[in-house]
């Protein structure tokens, strides 16, 4: 990789932060949406199962109906878009679809593929292990979503705060997805304020506590 590169991938970490207010009434043009959702697609997962289901919602009249969900958070109806990111609790079913390609390419042999799919299905016999599978490979979409976003020029905001059994009851969510977090997206009104952030020192541990 370039230095160039590198220079440009962290000034996007570095330059991301929330955003809480934006430009009302822009409409984010299709090819940026696509990029964004493309980029969280490329997200890592475990056993490439691709723990994620994205809910679009750009409409207007979607969004008025989230704002009261969202406790009235002016964000939701300002963005351009607001992404759900949602986990997937069942993402053991998607494994013929991941690893039979790979097997039919001559990729990947079948006694692998069956090894591999008798793994998943012995983890997934526990909801617990789905569940933190789903917010965990949810989490990192969201990550490639949010540093897409704001490669294109958007800024984002990760909001934990709606109320998610109203969330999927308003929006039809089934039963296989647990709600990991909202992401408004737009163009800010005005710049994010930049938090502080600990130090090194305060964060990481060598080698062991």
Partial sequence: ???QVQNEVLKVIEDRHSVKQYQAGHTMPQADLEQILTSASLAPSAWNL??????VIDDQAQKEKLLPIAYGQKQIVESSVVI????DLEANKNAQAV???????GFLPQAVMDTLVAQIE???QYPQVARDEAIRNGSLAAMNLMLAAKALGYDTCPMGGY?????VEAFNVPARYV????ITVGLAATPARSAGRFSLDQITVSNTF
């Fill in 99 to 105: 690893f039979g390609p790979a097997v039919a390419g």
């Fill in 179 to 182: 709600p990991v977090m909202l």
């Fill in 163 to 167: 109320d998610a059994a109203k969330f």
């Fill in 122 to 124: 012995g983890a997934y």
């Fill in 1 to 3: 990789m370039s230095t």
């Fill in 50 to 55: 691709q723990h994620w289901k994205l809910l």
């Fill in 84 to 87: 759900a990111v949602l986990g």
